[in-house]
T-cell receptor
Framework: AQKVTQAQTEISVVEKEDVTLDCVYETRDTTYYLFWYKQPPSGELVFLIRRNSFDEQNEISGRYSWNFQKSTSSFNFTITASQVVDSAVYFCALSEDEMDSSYKLIFGSGTRLLVRP | DTGVSQDPRHKITKRGQNVTFRCDPISEHNRLYWYRQTLGQGPEFLTYFQNEAQLEKSRLLSDRFSAERPKGSFSTLEIQRTEQGDSAMYLC??????????FGPGTRLTVT
């Protein structure tokens, strides 16, 4: 069975601090995708990143970076120099990548990030 | 390129009534998904269409729920004889094949 665990329910930081959101996943599939989505107070899920299970290279996009470690089944997300606009709920998700797959997303329960001025 | 749109954004209904939600995916996206999100939880998969074919349904989708995607464009999700437990945010997403899914703003359903 597939499962995504985000153990941090809520994190509060002061602006300009770095913050890491943890994500641990379980799957028996050999190929799969991992995702991060942002859900601001407006409610709409915003796609941030998709990584294939074969690609363990870390990725950086501006203040955002992602660390994928297959050995520990983790896909952590770091925001550098956080800003108030980063306040949102962040979801990690997993989908299988097999023939005839639906690619449905299995989400974690989310981490609420509050960045205080 | 417009994003995924959903209508209505909010729906309040009395228990036992039927409701129908609409989702318009990003044009040329062949896959369309419905998810349900309750307070404090991540979205949960309900069903998925590839073009007009409904190819997978979650066990969460009881007999009171039905979804269609005629002509492979917009989709509707109907809930018959609503129950208080149906109160949730209903999210629609679309994608091209197995690529990343883009979500609409959701329809918040409140059953009183």
């Amino acid at each position: 069975a597939q499962k995504v665990t985000q153990a941090q329910t809520e994190i509060s930081v002061v602006e300009k601090e770095d913050v890491t959101l943890d994500c641990v996943y379980e799957t028996r599939d050999t190929t799969y995708y991992l995702f991060w989505y942002k859900q601001p107070p407006s409610g709409e899920l915003v796609f941030l990143i998709r990584r294939n299970s074969f690609d363990e290279q870390n990725e950086i996009s501006g203040r955002y970076s992602w660390n994928f470690q297959k050995s520990t089944s983790s896909f952590n997300f770091t925001i550098t120099a956080s800003q108030v606009v980063d306040s949102a709920v962040y979801f990690c998700a997993l989908s299988e990548d097999e023939m005839d797959s639906s690619y449905k997303l299995i989400f974690g329960s989310g981490t609420r990030l509050l960045v205080r001025p | 390129d417009t994003g995924v749109s959903q209508d209505p954004r909010h729906k309040i209904t009395k228990r036992g009534q039927n409701v129908t939600f609409r989702c318009d995916p990003i044009s040329e996206h062949n896959r369309l998904y419905w998810y349900r999100q309750t307070l404090g939880q991540g979205p949960e998969f309900l069903t998925y269409f590839q073009n007009e074919a409904q190819l997978e349904k979650s066990r969460l989708l009881s007999d009171r729920f039905s979804a269609e995607r005629p002509k492979g464009s917009f989709s509707t999700l109907e809930i018959q004889r609503t129950e208080q437990g149906d109160s949730a945010m209903y999210l629609c997403a679309s994608s091209v094949n197995g690529n990343e899914q883009y979500f609409g703003p959701g329809t918040r359903l409140t059953v009183t």
